[in-house]
T-cell receptor
């Protein structure tokens, strides 16, 4: 089936550790995105990529990093520099504007 | 940059009644306005969208209206059903590559 796969679904991390969230798509979409969702805050854009080997910062990129080495993959690393990393993270891909979202990854920092 | 405001944050309606969610945007260059529905524990899904060259679009019980002059757009759900209970997000974009979302409306359909 075509779609967006995020893993892991739940992740626990100790303070000071980096963690990488996986996002894979088989929709052959050029554009991919990472959003962060907090209660009452909506969806805030972290990073996005229009094409392989290129990406841009969104509105809340501090403390995060990404790579786009393959069209199908857009992993997000939450670094120890991110002050409030506990959140629900959503990956999406896009063709002609419509976003297709994965099921999300819930990160909890202990 | 673009800023999208969405109201109300929570909305409760009786089953069978209509629900209206309103959004405003700041960037007059925005030309694409999608609405997403998010059910518990899942990612959002597109339910309807509108581009700035039309004022209204309808799909069965769901309609979206756009007022470019006032920079606001609204989602209308008629004959609400229990399965309409979810969080709804409006969004705006002017380049199809950076979509900015509102903060969401939690819709409760009361029996």
């Amino acid at each position: 089936d075509g779609g967006i796969t995020q893993s892991p679904k739940y992740l626990f991390r100790k303070e000071g550790q980096n963690v990488t969230l996986s996002c894979e798509q088989n929709l052959n979409h050029d554009a991919m995105y990472w959003y962060r969702q907090d209660p009452g805050q909506g969806l805030r854009l972290i990073y996005y990529s229009q094409i392989v080997n290129d990406f841009q910062k969104g509105d809340i990129a501090e403390g995060y990093s990404v790579s786009r080495e393959k069209k199908e993959s857009f992993p997000l690393t939450v670094t120890s520099a991110q002050k409030n990393p506990t959140a629900f993270y959503l990956c999406a891909s896009s063709r002609t504007g419509e976003l297709f979202f994965g099921e999300g990854s819930r990160l909890t920092v202990l | 940059g673009e800023n999208v405001e969405q109201h109300p944050s929570t909305l409760s309606v009786q089953e069978g009644d209509s629900a209206v969610i309103k959004c405003t945007y700041s960037d007059s260059a925005s030309n694409y306005f999608p609405w997403y529905k998010q059910e518990l524990g899942k990612g959002p899904q597109l339910i309807i969208d509108i581009r700035s060259n039309v004022g209204e679009k309808k799909d069965q019980r769901i309609a979206v209206t756009l007022n470019k002059t006032a920079k606001h757009f609204s989602l209308h759900i008629t004959e609400t059903q229990p399965e309409d209970s979810a969080v709804y997000f409006c969004a705006a974009s002017h380049r199809d590559d950076k979509i900015i979302f509102g903060k969401g409306t939690r819709l409760h359909i009361l029996p």
